[in-house]
């Protein structure tokens, strides 16, 4: 037995009493067929033949009998074994979606959206058909067995002739279906590109249609859909070819059993009734032993489906939540202690993106990182809740390592604000209230303050269901900065005394991002501020700027003493002013 599949059944653990009842059904069931044999052999021989007119006003009631408990022993075993199987996958699909939420920002990075919720949605669906498959396999080799001890009641001579196949249904179901999990495991690798593909495209529209890349990406997805049609035609075809192979052994096995059979009826050595009865019995074994291969078939799906979403409940977060203090601080001084950084081989750009940081912002002070492009500010932003860990150095707040902080407590300290204006498909109400904390939903008026705070409350009461209104209804109508200032209305609610600032208000128009600073500004009323910033407007009053260049801090100072410094700090601010942008 594979890892994976005695993995996967321990999850079944759990529902022993529930598998036991549905064994019972099945061991019923499975008695159902060899008793309608017998039932056929007795209304040839005793009934027909004996022209005996009790038994046959009994027989319709025999048999009307027999299919009402094989219907009602039917439906009670199917709900039963599909409502175990669907609760196993049900808890699968969970802890999946855990993992996701648990596993870092740069194993996120490194797999597509569009290949997370293909594990999600179709592994987990494969997995699905599998378990259903498993749960009632049982059923399968019980009717057989059944039926193989009814045909040596019958006969034991053409029993050994009709089995004697038997063993070679073995040889295709077992060799098409290692082929078939292989090709099942690239089917679903397809799948999951496919699904990235169709993500990046549709979330990408506009840049498509803008520069006229309809027929690349066209291109591509059909690439990966052709792909995709012939590798699910092998797996089509694997799943046929044993069914067709194990129909032709039992056909091999029919015939030899009709003629050497018939030769008995010919001797008056059995009765058409017992040979007819007999044939009825190995004829029905072709059903269960076809859903032996068709078992195996589902089995295989479900290891594919199983040892992918494995592979990522088994993959350990770069950055563990080994930390034991749990912060109750309302004033925070956070500090960069020679801190070095590089992101892991395939996540970004190769090559050291911090290099000895090394600053300290004091409680209630405003400390802002600027540079050019790429210099490391974001990335010396994303370490302080723990997105990433440090390759070298330590970050502390009040002392106290990050790394040595849970991450709850850690993250519940700290609010940030970025320029990717993120809200989540519900109200707007419910996307303020995402940033209190989770175990204290807030009041409707601590919502509405929030928004007030950060001048959303306006422009929010103008809407047609006000804080009711959902986002996906007004779809791109919101405009960038009333996007931000929701954000920022959720940080205020998040009442953190660590703010982070990264570009908050880069991707705004002059008019927008006057209405965002002046929200900014009362969010950063008596905090800890650290601030990533492109414009002027927002770093020139800080108490103190960073400026970096390639991972470095290459002076420092307040925005007077750097524009006298005329260095680097200067170099920027007159490329902005002259160009009227960012840096």
Same mark, same amino acid.
């Given at each position: 037995?594979?890892?994976? /599949?005695?993995?996967?059944?321990?999850?079944?653990?759990?529902?022993?009493?529930?598998?036991?009842?549905?064994?019972?059904?099945?061991?019923?069931?499975?008695?159902?067929?060899?008793?309608?044999?017998?039932?056929?052999?007795?209304?040839?021989?005793?009934?027909?033949?004996?022209?005996?007119?009790?038994?046959?006003?009994?027989?319709?009631?025999?048999?009307?009998?027999?299919?009402?408990?094989?219907?009602?022993?039917?439906?009670?075993?199917?709900?039963?074994?599909?409502?175990?199987?669907?609760?196993?996958?049900?808890?699968?699909?969970?802890?999946?979606?855990? !993992?996701?939420?648990?596993?870092?920002?740069?194993?996120?990075?490194?797999?597509?959206?569009?290949?997370?919720?293909?594990?999600?949605?179709?592994?987990?669906?494969?997995?699905?058909?599998?378990?259903?498959?498993?749960?009632?396999?049982?059923?399968?080799?019980?009717?057989?067995?059944?039926?193989?001890?009814?045909?040596?009641?019958?006969?034991?001579?053409?029993?050994?002739?009709?089995i004697a196949l038997l063993p070679l249904v073995a040889i295709p179901i077992d060799r098409f279906g290692k082929r078939l999990r292989h090709s099942a495991r690239q089917t679903l690798d397809n799948m999951a590109g496919?699904?990235?593909?169709?993500?990046?495209?549709?979330?990408?529209?506009?840049?498509?249609? !803008?520069?006229?890349?309809?027929?690349?990406?066209?291109?591509?997805?059909?690439?990966?859909?052709?792909?995709?049609?012939?590798?699910?035609?092998?797996?089509?075809?694997?799943?046929?070819?044993?069914?067709?192979?194990?129909?032709?052994?039992?056909?091999?096995?029919?015939? !030899?059993?009709?003629?050497?059979?018939?030769?008995?009826?010919?001797?008056?050595?059995?009765?058409?009734?017992?040979?007819?009865?007999?044939?009825?019995?190995?004829?029905?074994?072709?059903?269960?032993?076809?859903?032996?291969?068709?078992?195996?078939? /589902?089995?295989?799906?479900?290891?594919?489906?199983?040892?992918?979403?494995?592979?990522?409940?088994?993959?350990?977060?770069?950055?563990?939540?080994?930390?034991?203090?749990?912060?109750?601080?309302?004033?925070?001084?956070?500090?960069?202690?020679?801190?070095?950084? =590089?992101? !892991?081989?395939?996540?970004?750009?190769?090559?050291?993106?911090?290099?000895? /940081?090394?600053?300290?912002?004091?409680?209630?002070?405003?400390?802002? /990182?600027?540079?050019?492009?790429?210099?490391?500010?974001?990335?010396?932003?994303?370490?302080?809740?723990?997105?990433?860990?440090?390759?070298?150095?330590?970050?502390?707040?009040?002392?106290?390592?990050?790394?040595?902080?849970?991450?709850?407590?850690?993250?519940?300290?700290?609010?940030?604000?970025?320029?990717?204006?993120?809200?989540?498909?519900?109200?707007?109400?419910?996307?303020?209230?995402?940033?209190?904390?989770?175990?204290?939903?807030?009041?409707?008026?601590?919502?509405?303050?929030?928004?007030?705070?950060?001048?959303?409350?306006?422009?929010?009461?103008?809407?047609?269901?006000?804080?009711?209104?959902?986002?996906?209804?007004?779809?791109?109508?919101?405009?960038?900065?009333?996007?931000?200032?929701?954000?920022?209305?959720?940080?205020?609610?998040?009442?953190?005394?660590?703010?982070?600032?990264?570009?908050?208000?880069?991707?705004?128009?002059?008019?927008?991002?006057?209405?965002?600073?002046?929200?900014?500004?009362?969010?950063?009323?008596? =905090?800890?501020?650290?601030?990533?910033?492109?414009?002027?407007?927002?770093?020139?009053?800080?108490?103190?700027?960073?400026?970096?260049?390639?991972?470095?801090?290459?002076?420092?100072?307040?925005?007077?003493?750097?524009?006298?410094?005329?260095?680097?700090?200067?170099?920027?601010?007159?490329?902005?002013?002259?160009?009227?942008?960012?840096?």
């Amino acid at each position: 037995m594979s890892p994976s /599949l005695r993995r996967l059944l321990g999850y079944f653990r759990p529902h022993l009493g529930g598998l036991c009842l549905a064994l019972l059904l099945m061991t019923v069931q499975a008695a159902i067929l060899p008793a309608l044999v017998f039932l056929t052999q007795s209304v040839l021989d005793d009934v027909l033949i004996a022209r005996d007119h009790d038994k046959l006003a009994l027989l319709p009631f025999a048999l009307i009998g027999l299919y009402a408990v094989n219907g009602a022993v039917n439906v009670g075993r199917g709900l039963l074994t599909r409502a175990i199987a669907w609760e196993v996958v049900t808890r699968l699909r969970g802890q999946l979606f855990a !993992a996701y939420l648990r596993l870092d920002i740069g194993w996120h990075q490194s797999h597509p959206v569009g290949e997370r919720i293909a594990r999600l949605v179709n592994d987990v669906t494969n997995i699905q058909y599998g378990v259903s498959g498993i749960v009632t396999a049982i059923q399968k080799p019980l009717t057989l067995i059944g039926l193989v001890v009814t045909a040596f009641v019958m006969n034991p001579r053409l029993a050994l002739i009709a089995i004697a196949l038997l063993p070679l249904v073995a040889i295709p179901i077992d060799r098409f279906g290692k082929r078939l999990r292989h090709s099942a495991r690239q089917t679903l690798d397809n799948m999951a590109g496919l699904s990235a593909v169709s993500n990046e495209t549709l979330a990408g529209i506009r840049v498509v249609q !803008a520069f006229g890349g309809e027929a690349q990406r066209q291109a591509r997805f059909d690439q990966d859909n052709d792909r995709q049609r012939r590798l699910q035609l092998k797996v089509y075809a694997a799943q046929l070819i044993p069914s067709a192979i194990v129909e032709l052994i039992a056909a091999l096995g029919v015939g !030899a059993c009709i003629w050497f059979g018939g030769q008995q009826v010919f001797a008056d050595q059995i009765t058409p009734g017992e040979l007819v009865g007999f044939m009825l019995a190995v004829a029905s074994l072709n059903e269960p032993v076809k859903g032996l291969a068709l078992i195996q078939s /589902l089995a295989q799906r479900a290891l594919a489906g199983a040892e992918a979403v494995f592979s990522v409940l088994d993959t350990a977060p770069l950055v563990p939540d080994k930390g034991q203090i749990q912060l109750d601080i309302h004033q925070v001084r956070l500090r960069f202690d020679q801190v070095g950084f =590089r992101y !892991a081989a395939g996540e970004q750009a190769a090559g050291l993106v911090l290099d000895g /940081l090394d600053f300290e912002v004091g409680r209630g002070r405003v400390v802002a /990182l600027v540079g050019a492009s790429g210099a490391g500010k974001s990335t010396a932003a994303a370490l302080i809740p723990r997105f990433y860990d440090p390759t070298s150095g330590q970050i502390t707040i009040n002392g106290h390592d990050v790394r040595d902080i849970s991450l709850a407590s850690l993250r519940r300290h700290v609010a940030i604000v970025s320029q990717e204006s993120f809200l989540f498909n519900d109200t707007i109400r419910a996307n303020i209230a995402f940033g209190a904390a989770q175990d204290s939903p807030p009041t409707d008026e601590q919502v509405i303050a929030a928004a007030k705070t950060a001048n959303a409350h306006p422009f929010i009461v103008a809407l047609p269901h006000g804080y009711d209104t959902r986002i996906d209804e007004l779809g791109m109508r919101l405009s960038g900065g009333q996007r931000q200032r929701i954000c920022i209305a959720r940080a205020v609610l998040r009442d953190a005394p660590l703010l982070v600032l990264d570009e908050a208000t880069s991707a705004l128009d002059a008019e927008s991002e006057a209405i965002v600073q002046d929200a900014l500004v009362r969010l950063m009323a008596n =905090r800890t501020v650290l601030a990533i910033a492109h414009r002027l407007s927002t770093v020139q009053d800080a108490d103190e700027i960073l400026v970096l260049d390639h991972g470095r801090i290459v002076e420092r100072g307040s925005h007077a003493a750097l524009m006298a410094m005329d260095g680097a700090y200067a170099a920027l601010v007159r490329r902005q002013v002259g160009g009227g942008g960012t840096w």
